[in-house]
């Protein structure tokens, strides 16, 4: 009963001496706090509107994912990565596809890998919308928000157009896609590339030159390069200080080798310098998406997926009729796969950083262990450390320009 | 110098370390390498701080839970040198009574949340930690739900048993 007791008053102000002036206030940030723009807490100790020190408090909404995918056949893993960043989930879908197919060996088509590169290309633009949109909102600018994310809103609808869903998408099977991309995904596609340039630049002239933007945002947080490695960053805030650690650069997948592109580098590290990395790399992203158009149209037409029909189901009317069919039906679906037993670490590069799946495999139906490298994780322990002896309203804008994903940090 | 590979590296650490380094293979291409609870903070500070390996990312820890075994817990640590994209696998493995194993924050900060984690989740005491508290489950928890012994449903429900599905 007495600790009951001093539990409560602690939380009463702590009085340092008896001057009122050196008063300490107890802030909760959270957990359902407009400004962080998702479920998690952070405790703040308040010297007038600057942040003395804070303690985060994250797993408000732990899944238990990696527990769950200990007991799912790795298709049914798929959906579970929808839900770790789910404002970019097919770049995760594929990660994970990627992963296990690494596992199994399999080969993809390289129209395959470039209708992949489209999808996750598009899905780094929605990313970044949100996060740009946001931080603009958070400092005081909302029309630039509701101006982008008309297009977010048409990213979404190519993806209706793929996949059948929108947020959680669940895009392809282990082995490329479950369909074609058929006429009209295809032509929207052609006509977001056209569409999205105007209403980007438009976005970037109302924010990259704006005095009261650059003053609210430049040297704000600012971190060192070598700070940022310490604390394992990456992505594009990594890239923000000026490392040009890029996944789709160092370590290749899905042909991105081919494609001529350009990382963006910042050179303070500051909120600014996030803001005009992650701005740069959706022209960087557009331009991929046109070469990969192109590369498509030299590819043999009505390839989807790979040949592996002992991962790949087969068509349905085709289960119906062909007793070949059914039997590889019934065997993917009750997870009667010959898998090798190995393990993989595969990485992509999220919107957000460094998106690796590490698997371990014993031959059996479901994975041994599946561990889920989180770039929102990693990078936000740094936020609570780097607060302190900041102004409350910066500690806001930094927590925007890190892009921390609730689904990603808790998984 | 060359450009460091995978078998420069394995030098390097076995001139360094000796018997302390077993080679585990090169599974998709990912040097995997074992080492002794005792040794892997020097393993990791030689890592980081020679002017040459320069592995100084952090990508991951975790732990994965092997009961049938002695060592019922391997530790996995994943590092990068980013400046020759050389990555390596470290995997420690402990006692499955009370384990623990010296802290990595000494060497990256970044390690700090991600032993958090796995304490978390299997229980691996990382001695030495600034701040070992659970990070993602609630405080109250009595258990460590990545351990094996612990299921995900209900643990009487046999409709799933292979037994059914003629394995």
Known sequence: MSETITKISSNKPIYVDDDPQD????????????????????????????????????GYIHRAFEKIAEHRPFYQITPLTDRLNYCSSPINNMGWHMTVEKLLNIEIPKRVQYMRVIVMELARIADHIICNGILGVDTGAFSGFLYVMQEREFIYEIYEEICGARLTTNIGR??????????????????????????????EEMFTRNRIFIERTSGVAAVTPEEALSYSWSGPILRATGIDYDVRIVDPYCSYEEFDFEIPVGTNGDVYDRFMVRNEEMWQS???????????????????HADVPEFYLPPKEQVYTNM???????????????????????????????????????????????????????????FAPMSSGMLLSDAILNMSSLNVIAGELDA | MDKLNNQILLNHLVEKFGDQIQNIGEPHGLL?????????IEVLQYLKQDAYLKM????????????????????????????????????????????????????????????????????????????????????????????????????????????????
Not at chain 1, 286 to 304: C, D, N, T, Y
């Open chain 1, 286 to 304: 557009l331009r991929i998406i046109e070469q990969a158009l192109e590369k498509i149209s030299k590819e043999p037409k009505g390839v989807f």
């Open chain 1, 324 to 382: 070949e069919a059914l039997i590889f039906h019934f065997k993917i679906v009750m997870g009667e796969w010959d898998t090798p037993q190995s393990e993989v670490y595969h990485a992509v590069e999220g919107a957000n950083g460094e998106l690796g799946f590490y698997l371990i495999h014993d031959g059996g139906r479901t994975p041994y262990r599946l561990h889920f490298r989180r770039p929102s994780f990693i990078n936000y322990q740094m």
């Open chain 1, 23 to 58: 008063e300490l206030i107890t802030l909760n940030i959270g957990p359902t706090h407009p400004a962080t723009h998702g479920v998690f807490q952070n405790v703040v100790q308040m010297d007038g509107e600057r942040i003395v020190s804070g303690v985060s408090t994250i």
């Open chain 2, 56 to 167: 100084n990312f952090l990508t991951d820890i975790t732990a994965v839970h092997y009961p049938n075994q002695p060592k019922a817990f391997a530790v996995v640590y994943h590092v990068h040198a980013m400046v020759y994209n050389v990555r390596l696998r470290i995997k420690v493995f402990i006692d499955g009574e009370n384990p623990s194993i010296p802290t990595a924050t000494t060497v990256y900060n970044g390690a700090n949340w991600m032993e958090r984690e796995t304490y978390d989740f299997f229980g691996i005491q990382f001695e030495g930690h600034p701040d070992l508290r659970r990070i993602l489950n609630m405080d109250e928890l009595d258990v460590f739900p990545m351990r094996r012994e612990y299921p995900l449903e209900d643990p009487n429900r046999i409709d799933k048993k292979d037994f059914y599905f003629g394995r």
């Open chain 2, 32 to 40: 995997t390498i074992e080492t002794s609870k005792d040794s892997i």
């Open chain 1, 174 to 203: 282990i082995g490329g896609f479950e369909r074609d991309f058929n006429e009209v995904a295809f032509a929207k596609i052609e006509e977001f590339l056209k569409r999205f340039p105007p209403v980007l630049k438009e976005f």
